[in-house]
Structures are given as C-alpha cells and as structure tokens.
C-alpha cells in the first residue's frame, strides 16, 4: 500500500490486496481487526474508498443479531456506505475517475475497506457540494429516510409528520426530506437535541423526558426511526387514516404491519434498498441545500472499532465516519 497524492491510501494493485476491517466471529466491536485481503472481484464499478460509515446495522450484524440472515460463514466484512474515486468501470455513467458514494446491498458488509466492487444500483455520482469523504455520511440512513417518508408513508406537503428518535442518523435525514416534502414536522428527541432539531427544520420538538409522546396532538404520519414505541402509544397521536412507519423489524412491529393491512390506519417496516436513482435525488437535495448530513466523530479505518463502540453507546448525533 502507499500513500496517493491526496492523502488517501491508494491501492498496489501488483500486490492484488488491500485493508479490510474483518472479524471471524460475532460479538463485541472488539472482534474487529484491520487485515489483508484479496481485491475484490471487479463487478459493474472498482472503487477507491476514501470513507465509509457506521450505522446500527453494521453493530446489529456484527453481534450476531441478524444471524440468520448474515450466515455462519467467517471472516466477515463490515460497513455498507462508501464514497470514493471510480477506478475501474463497466458503466458508462460513471467512467473511471467519477467521484461516487452508494450503499451495497444485503448483510455482507464490505466497505470498510481500500476498496469496494458493486453494481450501478448500488451507487452514484457523489453530491459535487460536499467534501468526498462527507459523502459517505449519507446513503443508508439518507435512503432509509426518503423512502420510509416517500414510499411507505406517502408524505405529501402539508400533512403533519412525527419524528422519533429525531437527532439520530436517519432522524437527522427525516428532519429535512419531510420539510422537502412540504411536511409539518415534529420532532421527538432528548432536551439536549431539541435546538438542533429546530435547526434542522422542525417545526415543534418534543423533550421524550417529559412523555415519550406529545400529548393532545394527531398526525398524518408518525416515523418510528428509533422503534421504540408500540402500536398502542402510535395510535394515540396516530389521525385515523394515518400511515406508522418503523424501522426496527420487531416481533410486535411485524404483527402490527400485518394485522393493519387492511384497517384505516397502517403500519409498515422500512426496509431500505440500494437505488441509484434515489441516490441521485439525495444528491439534488444536497445540491440544493435542502440536505446536510450531520458528521459527529471521524475515525480512521484502524480505530473502526472504536467507530463502532462510539455507535454503540447511543450518545450519537448525526453520523460516523471511517476515513481511509
């Protein structure tokens, strides 16, 4: 490995490797370790990874919550948002050289690493306002948020949406896409969170502290983005042809979507998917100003799991980095 001339880790691709955070079984954000690996297999995009980010999935999967779905085949990677430089290319939207960021699919995470392969869905041409490496703060929690409030909810302007869970990653992300959207937004956070969500954009804010829930008020939408509230509190500032929507595939958050398919009021789970053209439209949003991702902590890829640890404690506001 050596050092390219804008600081970032360029890759020696005679050596064919290059740095990966692995760990070879679940547990603790200390299983972790920066290895060599094998290059990728080149699938519709090479890419230099200059930063990736950590979200709860990435410390979900690596404690083994979502073992079924992760498998038990070891060493696994980690991270799933990336931004960097095209270096190998079979699309011609995106040549060698493109700035890009994107989010790969599935439960293998890999983009903590020099480099990353994945196909055209998976990512886009990187916002040109903001620094590459911010970029990476954006596509899973970005798109998490688009289409939780797009798609499941079907958020139209003036219609009045609650935020829980609203300082956070994806909560941060909700802010913003909901006042794009023409939404009223009220958001729910900790005492500490409530002039930064006014910052923001919201409307009204709400100290959990004082209730988890404001009382007296209904809403078209209420978005679950920290999952904790049962269907009995969302129906109680729910509008009676309101639309919930969580991001936490609970027991009771899975019954609750199936029980209400058919009632005025519904409950879904948002389940992201990486799409080039919703990655392309938070880019118009950034473009525009509409959009600003919040970036609390930046570790280098050898701290990741410090990265994850940080994460973990629940004490974040806005996202977390793992610069290359």
Known sequence: MSES?????????????????????????NVLTIVERPEPTMQD?????????????????????????????????????????????????????????????????????????????EAAPAPRSLPLIDAAAIPLAGLTALQALRDNASLRPGQSVLINGASGGVGTYAIQIAKALGAEVTSVSSSASQEHCRRLGADHTHDYGRGRLPPGQRYDVVFDVFGNLSRREVTTVLKRTGRHVTTVPSAANLAATALTRFLPHRTSLVVVRSNHHDLLELSRLVQEGALVPEVQRRFPLTEVAAAHAHVESKHTRGKVLVVN
């Open 5 to 29: 001339p804008g600081g970032s880790r360029a890759t020696d691709h005679e050596g064919n490797s290059m740095r990966a955070a692995m760990y070879d079984r679940y547990g603790p954000a």
């Open 45 to 121: 995009l090479m890419v230099e990874v200059v930063a990736s980010s950590v979200n709860p999935k990435d410390t979900f999967v690596r404690k083994g919550r979502f073992k079924y779905q992760a498998g038990a085949r070891f060493p696994k990677g980690t991270g799933y948002d990336f931004a960097g430089i095209v270096t190998a290319s079979r699309v011609d939207d995106m040549p060698a050289g493109t700035p890009v960021y994107g989010m790969v699919k599935g439960w293998g995470g890999r983009s903590a690493a020099d480099l990353v392969s994945c196909r055209r869905q």
